[in-house]
C-alpha cells in the first residue's frame, strides 16, 4: 500500500543535541512538507520541498534543517539552535505543490529532557 | 497575506449534527479542504470543495461554500463518539504553491 511513514513515533533528545526526524513516502509524489504543532494549535509550515534536491524556507525554519536527496525521502533535523523543540511534528506530501490535497504521515512527538 | 480562520472549540451531543465553520481572506481560493484529526494522528483528508461548487455531500458530511462571503462549513450528521477529533479547514489558490490551514476546531461529542 502507498502511504508515508514517519518515524520514529516518540523521540526523545537531550538538551544541546541535534536530531533527525525520518519522513519516507512510496507515492511518487514530488512535493514534501514538515509542518510542527504545539497543543492547542494549528500547522505550522517548517520547511517544504517541490522537487528533489530543492527545498524552500517556511514559517518557522530558524534551527531546523532539511535535505532533500531523494524524491521519497525527506528527512528534518531539529538542531541545537532551536529554543524551544518539544512539539508533534507531521509530514506531508502531495502530487505537486498548490492544488492538491496533502496526505500526512502519523506524526513524530518530540521531547527535550 | 492569506488567513484561515475557525472557532477553537464544539461540543454536540451525540445523535446531533454538528456544524464547524470556517472563513478565509484569499478571494482566489481553488480548493478548500476538511482534515481531521484524531489523537496523536496525522490528518486525514475528510473532503473537499472545488470552489465553483456551492455545496458537496459524502454520506454524512456536508460541504457549504459561499464565496461571497468566503465561508465555508461542514456539516456532520448524527455526529457519533468517533467524530470526535479536531477539524482543520485548509485552503489553495493562484496566489499560493502551498495549503493554508486553519487554526482547527476541537469537536467533543458527550452521549
Known amino acids: 500500500d502507498g502511504g508515508i511513514t514517519q518515524s520514529p513515533k516518540y523521540l526523545f533528545r537531550k538538551e544541546g543535541q541535534n536530531v533527525t526526524l525520518s519522513c519516507e513516502q512510496n507515492?511518487?509524489?514530488?512535493?514534501m512538507y514538515w509542518y510542527r504543532q504545539d497543543p492547542g494549535q494549528g500547522l505550522r509550515l517548517i520547511y517544504y520541498s517541490q522537487i528533489v534536491n530543492d527545498f524552500q524556507k517556511g514559517d518557522i525554519a530558524e534551527g531546523y534543517s532539511v535535505s532533500r536527496e531523494k524524491k521519497e525521502s525527506f528527512p528534518l533535523t531539529v538542531t541545537s539552535a532551536q529554543k524551544n523543540p518539544t512539539a508533534f511534528y507531521l509530514c506531508a506530501s502531495s502530487i505537486e505543490t498548490g492544488g492538491y490535497g496533502y496526505t500526512f504521515g502519523s506524526g513524530t512527538r518530540l521531547t527535550v529532557v | 497575506g492569506e488567513d484561515v480562520e475557525q472557532s477553537l472549540f464544539l461540543s454536540v451531543r451525540e445523535g446531533d449534527s454538528s456544524v464547524i465553520n470556517c472563513t478565509y481572506t484569499d478571494s482566489s481560493s481553488t480548493y478548500l479542504y476538511w482534515y481531521k484529526q484524531e489523537p496523536g494522528a496525522g490528518l486525514q483528508l475528510l473532503t473537499y470543495?472545488?470552489?465553483?461548487?456551492d455545496m458537496k455531500q459524502d454520506q454524512r458530511l456536508t460541504v457549504l461554500l459561499n464565496k461571497k462571503d468566503k465561508h465555508l462549513s461542514l456539516r456532520i450528521a448524527d455526529t457519533q463518539t468517533g467524530d470526535s477529533a479536531i477539524y482543520f479547514c485548509a485552503e489553495t489558490s493562484e496566489n499560493t504553491d502551498k495549503l493554508i490551514f486553519g487554526t482547527g476546531t476541537r469537536l467533543q461529542v458527550f452521549p
Open positions: 470543495i472545488f470552489s465553483n461548487m
Open positions: 507515492l511518487n509524489h514530488d512535493a
